[in-house]
């Protein structure tokens, strides 16, 4: 069992979330399950993840946590870990990939450090590595949020002069779009 | 049908993944089915929402693309928006609410323009009022990407000196975290 489904639905959640078995989220799996059993049943946990890569698929489909209801956060910094936390008391678990106990899966030290490329490792081998590797190449910390806990409230919002559309007002007099930040043209 | 499901089927799988039948969720839903609709089928489609709030949900549900594996970019314009475009030739579609329209369903233009607190308006009612504009909310046009299309990869990694977990080189000598940017602490 992992993150209380069969390994079979396990694997059958990401392929049809994500599209294919990445390597990432699988071992991602691995690390929503341990910070799962760490903070326990009954809690309501929020969650940060500190990689675009991957990982936020991985607590969006194991949590109810998603991007879009706002209970998972992503800081863009690359690395390979996530933290769980009551979203009362703050207090949480940050579970991450621990690079030195990977020595011992070269596959996976290997991939993470980009020191074989992609084609020299197919992802059913690096996956059976991940499998086998499991809770060993993870560690984990109790701790406490000092930032980005807040919930993000929207603020007022009008119509915007130029398009019509509705927008945040503290953005300015006209939307972003209409400020020139579009990344669209009409054809 | 919508998204390629029954109602009941589009709706169970909206509580599932989001907690809830957000109402913004089931309106995303119908601004997916009319930009799946418009860039036609066989098409490998990216996407990117103009709103953190709900709608990246509905792309995550209804389409392949999600947060983790990069098909769907999130810009953080509070705009009820989205596209949908081909990511060989960059041409797409946009499908935002159009608010003109919503002033002939009064709960719907009330909700969106934040003028009735939210107790006055339960989920039902509002759902309701959503399946019955459908799609007569909705404004669209053809466009080309003229940003955001790129394809982010990963620059080198590293061990940082500080942590031992690896991060990218281009943000410094070390992490974000050891730069000072936590947002945790131990406990």
Redesign the interface.
Known sequence: MICGRSVAEFLQEIEK???YL?P??VLGGFMVDRALELIGPGVEADA?VET???????V?LFT?C??????MK??D?????L?LYDRHNL??Y?V??D??STRSFPNLYNW???RVPKHDLPLEVLNQTIFEAGRSVLSS?????????QR?K?G??A?CPRC?????TR?GDR???CQGN??????
């Open positions: 979330f994500h599209g990445a990432g989220l940060i675009r890569y991957c990982l936020p698929d991985a969006q109810p998603t991007y879009g209801n706002g209970w992503v800081v910094w690359d690395k390979f870990a933290t207090n949480g940050r991450w990939l690079l030195t993470y450090m980009q910390r109790a701790i406490r949020l000092t930032d980005l806990f993000s929207k007022p919002i119509v019509g559309e509705a927008y945040p953005q939307c972003r779009a579009g990344y669209y043209a009409p054809r």
